[in-house]
């Protein structure tokens, strides 16, 4: 009996792994607001709202006052106009208010390389200038590869066993449920850290948007 529930959580794993391919794929051709707070996505609602209003009618007031509510005051509006004002809500709007608790402001506000993440109470960086997504996605959908094989390995070494005494543990259907789960929980936290990078790396897009702009315009009046 044990055997089948082995094989069981096996399958399990397997559709595990297939479910995150499925989760970064959307996540990355939706955006995924599921991911915000209850009360986040109040604000994503009113700030677009908002955004749409200031951008038809160039009145800033009620946008102003609803950055103000839902950021802070040290946020500068007219990035977060920016970000609220795309069509597309995952670009920018998202990523700001997932990760507006963990940016730190110097008082420089136009100079991107004085915006610091807080990662974690002793860890605190630049955004991050370039993209790792690609490399991440990679190993996600390598990892769901090797838990496939493994799941199927599983079931092929009950008729032919694997002699060879290095991967003789193939042949442990228990062992190969361990490691498919350390293989999914690791294919989970590199799907975190994806949406993590990815938000900041967008956030920085925003950011330098808005100062290669002051230095287009102070460019063209000196």
């Not at 677009?48 to 040290?74: C, M, P, W, Y």
């Not at 946020?75 to 709007?93: P, Q, T």
Request: hydrophobic share 50%; charged share 20%.
């Amino acid at each position: 009996m044990l055997i089948y529930i082995v094989f069981l959580m096996i399958f399990v794993g397997v559709t595990a792994a297939l479910y995150q391919v499925y989760e970064i794929h959307y996540n990355i051709n939706v955006g995924n607001d599921k991911k915000l707070s209850t009360a986040d996505k109040s604000r994503l609602e009113v700030l677009s709202g908002q955004a749409k209003i200031a951008v038809q009618t160039h009145e800033r007031a009620g946008f102003d006052q609803a950055a103000v509510n839902a950021l802070g005051a040290e946020f500068d509006r007219d990035i977060v106009l920016k970000a609220f004002a795309e069509k597309e809500k995952s670009a920018y709007a998202i990523p700001l208010l997932r990760r507006k608790n963990r940016l730190l402001f110097n008082g420089n506000k136009g100079d991107v390389n004085s915006i610091k993440v807080h990662h974690l109470p002793f860890w605190k960086t630049k955004l991050p200038s370039k993209s790792i997504r690609i490399v991440l996605i990679i190993s996600i959908i390598v990892n769901c590869f090797l838990i496939q094989l493994l799941g199927g390995l599983s079931i092929y070494t009950i008729g032919y066993p694997i002699l060879t005494p290095f991967w003789a543990w193939l042949n442990e259907p228990f062992m190969v449920m361990l490691v498919i789960y350390a293989l999914v929980f690791m294919a989970y936290v590199i799907s975190r850290l994806d949406m993590y990078m990815h938000d900041l790396y967008q956030l920085r897009r925003l950011f330098s948007h808005k100062a290669h702009c002051e230095s287009r315009l102070q460019n063209q009046y000196t």
